[in-house]
């Protein structure tokens, strides 16, 4: 039956099966599903058009497809957009709308929202995703779009039963097909290649179905709801796909059933053989000892199925794999995946085949079904586990990740949907048992601490799982739910899941473990820190924050308890995993602490914001003393890092240093420790923990009081920058405040004054250093009004600035001067430095401040601040201060210091200044002064008798025992006991102390550990007290001597006043002086200054703070001594005056290079300054002292002073560039702007360049070529443009110079084998030397206005001089070195530009050709001079470029070429300008064309060539008689051009008036002339053409004659200017200026001598009375007009040659729209003309407008890409590109390019390029006036630095 079905017209059956099926009995559905066995038959392949085809008909039900669509969609309910895009697409994420921080929405719903003023970005999507528009759970209703509000949905009519009919029978099989196709096609193992390529081949076949798919998704609600209903149903999946379907089919749908069943074996999360392992851990959430490992069975564990996984782990290293052995709470995590609808296979087989895209999108589109959501997110969560699996072992892993989150993120953001599959399908602990799963595959053994007995296990952070980040689609997707509180909150509740986590912490504890390299430099330098520090910070420090958030109110305080119960468990499992007893292992350091970190930060949190007791959440003294080893150890790490300690382990350890500190981990890493630390100190003995502090460093063994000392730990050279970091980690520990008290807002101003006193800073780079909280929920966006107005209030904007150089700078943000003054806090600028160099420009800059504002004048030392208030929790941690152990250990470093002991700094001075400080800033509350009488009596079994430090400061130590080496100076010196008096040698045993750290800290370890554990401990652990002190191998034996010291800290004190002020007694206690009590002194207003500033303020401190101290500073000063350093011995004095040498010899060094750095700068200034007309360098080419005899020229190679000879010729080094500028030039003085839609357009017929080329075109068609071509100038595209530095050399020199060039190896910008190189003395880029002329020592004859001779006297001599050959000082014939480089220059000129710029003679090559390019190229650079003067001479004087000129070298070059051209007598346009000729008859010879006419010729071009050709030097006498010549024939044909422009009517009116008016002066009268030229051209039909076409040539103008002399003027003005300028280079003249623009014709008149001088300037200036006429002014003109007239052509042909209009306006670059997203909407997806593509990266030409593909290799020519090929075409070499994608501009010139900058930026003046940022830009004006500059004087290669080639390929 469904045979002859299928024979028939699709429609026809379409339509009458849709009427049987509407019948009850039920035979149209028999029928119909007859005929789909047959068109979907499993035997035809899967996706054939005619299977479609007839899908397509019978759904429509007889009706067109297309129909069919428009009717379903009009029954869309949905309202919302889910428009779903793939990787790459253009999108925005509005910060302001958005309630979810993964928020996205499409082009077209941004635009159509309301989001002016909103905090939005534009994005381009990494992994996909889709429209948010609508979805009220992740935006905002107010940021909806029109289309999506959601009022529109209730308008939508019901969907009618019948229309939808045909596809609830049609879908389920074109599902069913498309699972049969995925099953047949499937097969494993994926890992060979064969069948990877069989699988996209399935791929393929299958694509025309999904399509189909994806086209109804796109029919809105109606259809999407109907698919959901089909892929839902467990009845039609059961019925259809388990292969008891449909009788014929059945061997094939069994085998096919079959298929899916093997490929189902392998879903579960562990395999079958694996599970019977599973022995060896019993319940993991109930084990404590997680880190037991499975390793007896040892290789037999690994898992047998993964074979890739062995063959791996042997080039793990040595380190064997570790598998654990686990069996979770649910096994259905683990076990096989059932499926019970169709959605459940096809998101099966969608990742059995790594989610190709196309299904991806389909399943995608279907989201906007609410129902189908609910049910996908279920799906999707049922097979998270085998997602993951399948993920681990794929090979395209980064396409798979993207695809998945790309999925996930938009079922996971929704917290309702969330909650919902948390509940229902316990979606967290799938995610946490996957994720342990993961791990799992690459632990190893930990080598932490103790090696042998280490039962820890640590991820390998070499595993590819690692290395390749392919934990991210999981940790992404679990940071993504916990951001929703309600799951947050059930994974707190549930102890199993929180058990489990925390194992998972444990994994990553102490990885990446360093090991320090002591012999030599490791082999190999591991990168795999990468990978540790990504892994830490995205899967344990992520999901922290997410939970963290959700801490913060008082209500979740049983949930923190629970977490910090948790961390500590786990912890005291890892010591006892790690068999840690007291001790850390020496040299090595691991950065990852997780757990450590989790405990902090939960505890600050619970501190903070629930305000708990931080007592109840600590654990005991041991637990502490135990945690706070490994982040100590850490800090001194970062300390022996930084001093090279580490430096056999190659530069990664530095990297970790680095990224340890910086902004994006800092908060997450070394923030915790910090805190952990300051907690750890606040509740241990404060003497246990600073001798510590002390032993962790290394520098115990330097404490000492004797000046020798022997370090077993470290080497002399380390001891300093220990001693340093010991001293500046104690400051840290006790100044910082992030946890301890600090509000959000100070540490973010904290955090901002931090940076921006290391340098400016840009808005986007301030945001990425200020370290925000990881969690995009936390509230504070980056960017957001909180953070600008923090910003606003610290800082001053600076906007974007050029440099000279034409460096651009983005806008920066600079502190302003309040904060430098109160808020630069040193300490925290340590903290946040990655790079010490920071630390050194935040002290520099702050110098700067202090000098600028006069608060101090010499080297300041780093201010000390007082500190913020401290959580009453934590003011234990300011014991610290008051502990003997610290004053000790200052007191010893004071002593150390005044005696000058080596290895003692400033900074380490500083830094104890500061502690004494802080000590006494924060005294405790019971400071009795009374015991402090008496206290030296008693003070008899230790250094001080009291904790406090205000107190100790002024007890005085008598006598130390030290501990020295034998050959110390302090032996020598001991008193003989016989000698020594009895109370000595009882002073000296009673109260001589020896100090030991070490011991007092085995001595609290022991107490706290006894106090503890009941069991008493064998005294045989407690070490010797002496141990650390005697070093039993080092050669000079250690003795114990008794040092008379006599001194406390206030007298240590005073004495370093003396010392760092250089004076004796400088310190007088300041109340001495002033009578007024203490308490008056404010000694915070002395925070600027040096050492001195310090030290005063702390007596002034101690003083207000006791009486004791206050006497005793006065008692010190009454009686004060210089302090006796005690004798070095010689050796140690000539190390120390070694040491000062080299400081001297370092200081003159800085002074000679700054000295030096300070001459080059004011050279580079006076010699780059481009623009300066005034700068005062010696670069005279000799224009402009003529009154020498000769001009003597420098050679700046070879040094030497003389005149250029013919023999050894001097040159100019010179640039010479193609050059289209004037070509792009417009009739119009509004520039163009750039079209930004389909309806604007730029046509290129207005240009010069394409006007001129028009003319000489029309000008070719009628007349001899060879006068064409002197008839009119060439060049305005790809003209020559020579220009100068300035400076000469020898040319034999520049030989040379170029050959060492040649020779130099070093990679250069710029290619020598073309002649390219830098001017050796500025640098300025070049590419050939153009020969200085050898004046002749001939005066100028001085030229008189009206001398006596005649005009017709000067013609004739002018006449003369133009027969004979030139004049050179030497003939042509003779060659000379000047000859030759002047011919080398003009094949240099010629080459410099194209040969279609060249040849425009019909004949190629032709000495015509040479001629018109020569003087055309004279004309171009005048041309472009006018141009850099802005247009006209009204300014004068001389030019900005006039002392780098080189017009007059350069027209010596051309002329001497051009005087080898003959100038035919025939044909030589002077004796046609000058006298009356006889016509030749045009009839002699037929085929051979007339002469150009005079009043054709462009009077310029005759100018150029009459100078040129004349001999040189030229007298001034016949330049002026040329000019006059020339200026007649231009006034005929300012006439001739406006009686063109006449109606009829006036024309009329004009030749009657002129011819009552004839009279002797006719000569010089506009109208007489006007009115002759009417009646002579009238002869030839001229006018004819202006009746018929009149109102186009009809002008609004009423011409009256103010309006024609107006007129006559500027049409003569161009050709004044440019001889004028010709003038001021040939003869020196300076140029004459006037202050209106009206003004300026007459002055130029004057100028060139046209103008009697008698006339003031003030005259009225007629252009008439300038005309001096040869013969009779009439006959000369009728001959003109007979030229014009005896010649046939066309009378509109006539007009348009007589219509020469020479008003440019200048030249500029195409007008830009404000806002840089109106270009990127039109263009990014415009297509390409050429290729009709999207080019990837499209390109537009700022010049023309023309757009373009970026190394597109689809409009590639002759192996040049369309940009170079355009630049070519378009500006001769000389392209500018704006990037679409990238907003920035790139130069191309001739073989090289550059990126010059962007002209966009954002409203905080930056660049954004690539579009990174997305924010919005806006055109920045004066950026792109620079551009245009630098385009207009062919500045780019000047300018710009960083060229490189581009070898055809942009």
């Avoid at 309600?486 to 707190?492: D, E, G, I, N, P």
């Avoid at 404490?703 to 010991?726: F, I, K, V, Y």
Wanted: with cysteine.
């Amino acid at each position: 039956m469904a045979l002859p079905l299928l024979r028939r017209d699709k429609r026809t059956v379409a339509a009458s099966l849709k009427a049987e099926c509407s019948r009850p009995d039920g035979r149209g559905v028999q029928l119909l599903s007859e005929l789909l066995d047959n068109v979907l038959s499993p035997k035809r392949p899967a996706a054939e058009a005619e299977a479609i085809e007839w899908c397509k008909w019978l759904m429509a039900g007889g009706e067109s497809f297309d129909d069919f669509c428009k009717t379903v969609r009009a029954y869309d309910d949905a309202t919302l957009c889910g428009l779903v895009w793939t990787a790459n697409f253009v999108a925005y994420r509005c910060r302001t709308c958005g309630i979810s921080p993964c928020m996205s929405l499409c082009a077209e719903c941004f635009n159509a929202g309301e989001h002016t003023g909103h905090d939005f970005n534009m994005f381009r999507s990494q992994a996909g995703g889709a429209c948010d528009c609508g979805d009220s759970s992740v935006m905002r209703d107010s940021g909806f779009c029109k289309r999506h509000r959601s009022t529109s949905s209730s308008r939508i009519p019901s969907v009618p039963n019948e229309l939808m009919m045909m596809s609830e029978h049609i879908l389920p099989r074109v599902i069913l097909r498309l699972v049969q196709h995925l099953r047949d096609g499937y097969s494993e193992p994926v890992s060979d290649p064969s069948t990877e390529r069989d699988l996209q081949k399935t791929l393929q076949q299958m694509e025309p179905l999904i399509s189909l798919l994806e086209d109804l998704t796109k029919m809105g609600g109606a259809m999407r709801s109907i698919l959901t209903r089909v892929l839902g149903n467990h009845q039609i999946y059961k019925d259809l796909s388990t292969g008891d379907f449909c009788n014929g089919e059945k061997t094939f749908a069994k085998k096919n059933y079959d298929k899916y069943l093997a490929a189902l074996k392998g879903s579960g999360l562990v395999s079958s053989e694996e599970r019977s392992v599973t022995s060896v851990l019993d319940q993991m959430a109930g084990a404590s000892n997680v880190t037991i490992l499975g390793a007896t069975t040892g290789a037999g564990q690994m898992d047998s199925s993964d074979e890739e996984e062995q063959d791996g782990s042997q080039g793990v290293g040595k380190r064997k794999r570790v598998k654990l052995c686990n069996s979770t709470k649910d096994p259905s995590i683990m076990d096989i995946l059932k499926h019970k609808c169709f959605l459940e296979e096809i998101l099966f087989w969608t990742v059995k085949y790594e989610f190709p895209q196309k299904m991806v999108t389909f399943l995608l589109n279907m989201l906007p079904d609410q129902d189908y959501k609910i049910a996908f997110t279920k799906t999707f969560v049922q097979h998270y586990a085998f997602i993951m699996k399948t993920l681990i072992k794929s090979h395209e892993s980064d396409t798979m990740s993207n695809r998945i989150v790309h999925i996930s993120v938009q079922l996971f953001s929704n917290e309702e949907l969330a909650r919902q599959v948390t509940e229902e399908c316990q979606l967290l602990e799938i995610m946490v048992t996957v994720l342990l799963y993961m791990m799992e595959s690459c632990l190893v053994k930990s080598e932490l601490q103790d090696e042998e007995n280490n039962f820890h296990v640590v991820v390998n952070c070499g595993e590819p799982l690692l290395k390749n980040n392919t934990y991210w689609p999981l940790v992404s997707d679990f940071i993504n739910i916990l951001s929703h509180q309600s799951v947050a909150k059930r994974f707190l509740e549930d102890q199993g899941l929180l058990q489990m986590w925390m194992n998972f912490v444990s994994f990553f504890q102490g990885m990446n473990l360093n090991k320090r390299e002591l012999n030599e430099h490791v082999e190999f330098e591991s990168q795999t820190y990468y990978a540790a520090f990504a892994a830490e910070l995205e899967a344990c420090a992520q999901p922290m924050w997410g939970l963290l958030t959700h801490c913060k109110v008082k209500e979740m305080e049983e949930y923190t308890r629970t977490v910090v119960r948790y961390c500590l468990d786990a912890l005291q499992d890892w010591f006892d995993a790690i068999n840690f007893v007291d001790e850390p292992a020496p040299n090595q350091v691991t950065f990852h602490l997780p757990l450590h970190r989790y405990y902090a930060m939960f505890l600050s949190k619970a501190v903070r914001c629930q305000q708990l007791d931080l007592d109840s959440l600590l654990p005991d003294q041991e637990m502490l003393m135990k945690m706070m080893v490994h982040p100590l150890q850490i800090q001194a790490s970062l300390s022996e890092i930084h001093s090279n300690m580490w430096v056999r382990n190659g530069l990664q350890i530095k990297g970790q240093a680095m990224t340890y500190v910086q902004s994006h981990f800092c908060n997450s890493m070394i923030d915790p420790d910090i805190f952990l630390l300051q907690v750890c100190a606040s509740r241990l003995d404060p003497d246990y923990f600073v001798s510590s502090v002390f032993e962790r460093f290394k520098v115990v063994d330097l404490l000492t009081m004797a000046s020798q000392h022997q370090n077993g730990a470290l080497d002399p050279e380390h001891e300093r920058s220990m001693l340093e970091g010991a001293l500046t980690f104690l400051v840290l520990l006790l100044s910082l405040r992030i946890h301890l008290g600090m509000t959000d807002d100070e540490i973010l101003r904290a955090e901002m004054v931090a940076q921006l006193c290391m340098s400016d800073r840009t808005h986007s780079t301030l945001l990425d250093l200020i370290p925000e909280n990881p969690n995009p929920k936390s509230g504070i966006i980056p960017g957001s009004y909180y953070f600008e107005n923090m910003l606003s209030a610290v800082a001053d904007f600076k906007a974007p600035v050029f440099e000279p150089g034409g460096s651009m700078q983005q806008g920066m943000y600079t502190p302003k001067a309040d904060v430098w003054d109160l808020e630069f806090d040193p300490i925290m600028v340590i903290l946040r430095t990655v790079y010490r160099r920071d630390v050194q420009s935040a002290m520099d800059r702050y110098m700067g401040f202090l000098k600028q504002t006069g608060k101090f004048d010499g080297n300041p030392w780093p201010p000390y601040r007082e500190r913020a208030f401290l959580n009453p929790s934590y003011k234990g941690l300011m014991r610290i201060l008051h502990c003997k152990t610290l004053h000790i250990v200052l007191f010893t470093l004071l002593y150390k210091i005044s005696m000058d002991h080596q290895n003692m700094s400033e900074h380490i001075l500083c830094m104890v200044l500061n502690l004494i400080e802080l000590g006494l800033d924060n005294l405790p509350e019971e400071t009795i002064e009374e015991e402090e009488m008496f206290g030296e009596e008693r003070c008899s079994d230790s250094w001080f008798h009291a904790t406090n430090i205000g107190t100790n400061l002024h007890h005085v130590i008598n006598h130390v025992r030290v501990r020295v080496p034998e050959t110390a100076p302090e032996v020598t010196r001991e008193p003989p006991a016989s000698t020594s008096s009895d109370t000595t040698g009882a002073q000296s045993s009673n109260t001589a102390q020896v100090f030991s750290l070490v011991a007092e800290r085995r001595r609290k370890f022991q107490e706290i550990i006894n106090r503890n554990n009941s069991s008493t401990i064998h005294t045989a652990d407690v070490r010797p007290k002496t141990s650390k002190w005697t070093a039993p191998n080092s050669t000079p034996q250690l003795t114990t001597t008794i040092l008379e010291v006599r001194e406390s800290m206030l007298s240590l004190l005073i004495k370093l006043h003396h010392k760092l002020s250089g004076k004796q007694n400088s310190y007088y206690p300041c109340w001495l002086e002033d009578s007024e009590s203490t308490s008056r002194l404010d000694p915070m207003q002395q925070i600027h200054g040096d050492g001195t500033t310090a030290v005063e303020r702390i007596l002034i401190k101690t003083a207000a703070r006791s009486r004791q101290n206050k006497f005793s500073i006065e008692e010190i000063c009454r009686k004060v001594a210089p302090p006796t350093p005690p004798k070095k011995n010689i050796s140690d004095k000539k190390a120390l005056d070694k040491e000062e040498r080299r400081q001297k010899a370092r200081e003159r060094q800085q002074k000679l290079l700054a000295e030096f750095a300070s001459r080059q700068k004011s050279f580079m200034e006076t010699a780059m300054d481009l623009e300066s007309p005034d700068s005062d360098v010696a670069m005279d080419i000799g224009s402009s002292e003529r009154q020498d005899s000769e001009t003597v020229y420098d050679c700046v190679i070879c040094g030497q002073s003389g005149p250029s000879t013919e023999e050894r010729p001097t040159g100019l080094v010179v640039l010479l560039q193609a050059s289209s500028v004037l070509g792009h030039r417009r009739r119009s003085t509004e520039p163009k702007k750039l079209p930004t839609s389909d309806e604007e357009q730029i046509y290129p017929e207005d240009t010069c360049g394409t006007a001129y080329d028009v003319r000489i075109t029309d000008l070719q068609r009628h007349f001899k070529d060879s006068s064409c071509l002197q008839s009119i100038s060439i060049g305005w595209e790809g003209g020559v443009y020579v220009q100068t530095c300035g400076h000469t050399l020898h040319i034999d020199c520049h030989k040379s110079y170029m050959e060492s060039l040649r020779n130099d190896q070093v990679l250069q910008s710029f290619s020598v084998d073309k002649g390219e190189f830098t001017c050796p003395l500025c640098r300025q880029f070049a590419n050939s030397v153009l020969p200085c002329y050898p004046e002749k020592n001939e005066e100028k004859s001085l030229w008189l206005p009206y001398n006596n001779k005649t005009m017709q006297v000067l013609i004739r001599e002018v006449e003369e001089q133009q027969e004979q050959l030139g004049m050179f000082p030497v003939s042509i014939s003779s060659v000379t070195n000047l000859s030759k480089e002047m011919e080398s220059v003009m094949k240099d000129i010629r080459s410099t530009t194209q040969k279609k710029y060249i040849d425009y003679g019909k004949i190629p090559g032709s000495p015509d050709n040479d001629f018109l390019f020569m003087y055309s190229v004279a004309r171009l650079n005048l041309e472009l001079e006018l141009v850099h003067r802005g247009g006209n001479l009204c300014l004068g004087g001389a030019s900005a470029t006039s002392k780098r000129s080189c017009l007059n070298q350069l027209l010596h070059v051309l002329a001497m070429h051009m005087r080898l051209f003959r100038i035919d007598s025939a044909y030589n346009p002077w004796a046609r300008l000058t006298r009356l000729t006889q016509v030749i008859d045009s009839g002699i010879c037929d085929d051979e064309k007339p002469d150009v006419p005079l009043l054709y010729r462009d009077v310029p071009s005759l100018l150029m060539i009459l100078v040129l050709t004349m001999p040189q030097e030229l007298h001034k006498e016949h330049f002026t008689c040329i000019v006059k010549v020339l200026y007649n024939l231009l006034y005929t044909q300012a006439l001739a051009t406006l009686s063109v422009k006449f109606n009829e009517d006036e024309r009329e009116a004009w030749k009657n008036s002129g011819k009552l008016q004839i009279t002797g002066s006719s000569e010089k009268s506009c109208e007489v002339l006007l009115s002759h030229i009417i009646s002579e051209l009238s002869k030839g039909k001229i006018y004819c053409a202006n009746n018929t076409d009149q109102p186009s040539m009809i002008t609004t103008t009423i011409w009256s004659p103010q309006t024609l002399e107006y007129s006559i003027q500027q049409f003569c003005l161009p050709f004044f200017r440019t001889a004028s300028l010709l003038q001021h280079h040939l003869f020196s003249d300076d140029l004459p200026s006037c202050q209106q623009t009206e003004e300026e014709f007459g002055m130029l008149a004057s100028f060139l001598g046209l103008l009697p001088s008698s006339l003031h300037s003030n005259d009225e200036i007629n252009s008439s009375s300038c005309l001096e006429w040869p013969v009779a002014a009439l006959d000369i003109v009728s001959q003109w007009c007979s030229e014009v007239t005896s010649v046939e052509l066309h009378s509109e042909q006539v007009m348009n040659l007589l219509v020469q209009d020479p008003q440019w306006s200048l030249p500029c670059l195409l007008q830009l729209p404000e806002n840089y997203n109106t270009i990127f909407q039109y263009y990014h997806r415009k297509a390409c003309t050429h290729c009709s593509k999207v080019p990837k990266d499209p390109a537009l030409c700022l010049v023309c407008g023309t757009f373009v593909c970026l190394k597109g290799q689809c409009c590639k020519q002759q192996s040049y890409c369309e940009c170079v090929l355009h630049s070519q075409n378009c500006g001769a070499g000389t392209g500018i590109f704006l990037l679409i994608n990238a907003s920035v501009i790139i130069v191309i010139r001739g073989h090289r390019f550059c990126v010059w900058g962007s002209a966009y930026l954002d409203t905080h003046g930056e660049e954004d390029r690539d579009l990174r940022r997305g924010k919005p830009l806006y055109l920045c004006s004066e950026r792109y006036k620079v551009l245009e500059q630098q385009w207009v004087t062919h500045t780019f290669d000047h300018i710009n630095k960083r060229w490189g080639p581009h070898y055809n390929g942009l």
